[in-house]
């Protein structure tokens, strides 16, 4: 089946567009339409060359708090050879477009569309665009909570095509997750998977968690139950979600309904403001 991954272009709307759109900020959720990614919204990043981005999820205290979510565009021969400054922050790359070059631990990889890269704190890695078009990427950055007794992870550079997604169990693979990391390996602290909903798929309950949530549409179009509203959302779009937000989905068609996700996984509540 060929898979297809939404890549944002910038632009700016004619003056003679409505001004209404789908986006929308509460207490327990934010929806981030694709159409809100223009050029106008976009930021540079200290030793990145040739290279914008959109900030699409920050901490924020009371909303959601543990991580960031840029989407990346490099054009041809930028990039960075200081690309992460913050010693604790750790890293997931998902590339959407392109092809870049992804230095890390004495290794050079080619990553593609569906492209996979968690790189621990400190890892110096690096990174270059050698091909003659742009290319786009995630970038989900998160402090490493380190636990005494457990190593740091290790660098994991893989494909989406590559990794067997894992079916949801009496869901007749109709609702699948793809997984980079075991979830069993307790060395990590996050998760980035992509989902995948086959048409008339449906998340049959509402999910209430403390995992917070960034939700990127990569493919496909659904509507989705967030607290109490039913929010119809399509490929571009963004869902940034707080820890016990409600949350639902049912996947109407035609085609398939995919987006990458991000929880906070595998440590203990902080029990003292600002730990």
Known sequence: MTTSYFAPKGGHPGQNQLLTDRAMFTEAYAVIPKGTMRDITTSFLPFWE??????????????????????????????????????????????????????????????????????????????????????????????YQAVDGLDHPQVIVTNEADVAATPMPGTDGKWATTRFVDPADLRHDMHVTVVTFEPGAVIPFAETHVMEHGLYVLEGKAVYRLNQDWVEVEAGDYMWLRAFCPQACYAGGPGRFRYLLYKDVNRHMPLKPGR
Request: glycine letters at 12%; hydrophobic letters at 35%.
């Open 50 to 143: 040739n290279t914008r981005l959109w900030v699409i999820a920050r901490p924020l205290t009371g909303f959601a708090e543990t991580f960031s979510h840029y989407i990346m565009e490099v054009g041809p021969g930028g990039g960075s050879d200081r690309a992460e400054t913050d010693p604790e922050a750790q890293g997931v790359l998902f590339v959407v477009e392109g092809t870049l070059s992804l230095s890390v631990d004495g290794d050079t990889h080619e990553m593609t569309a569906g492209g996979y890269a968690y790189l621990p704190p400190q890892s110096g890695w690096t990174l270059r665009n050698t091909g003659s078009e742009p290319v786009t990427f995630h970038w989900l950055r998160k402090a």
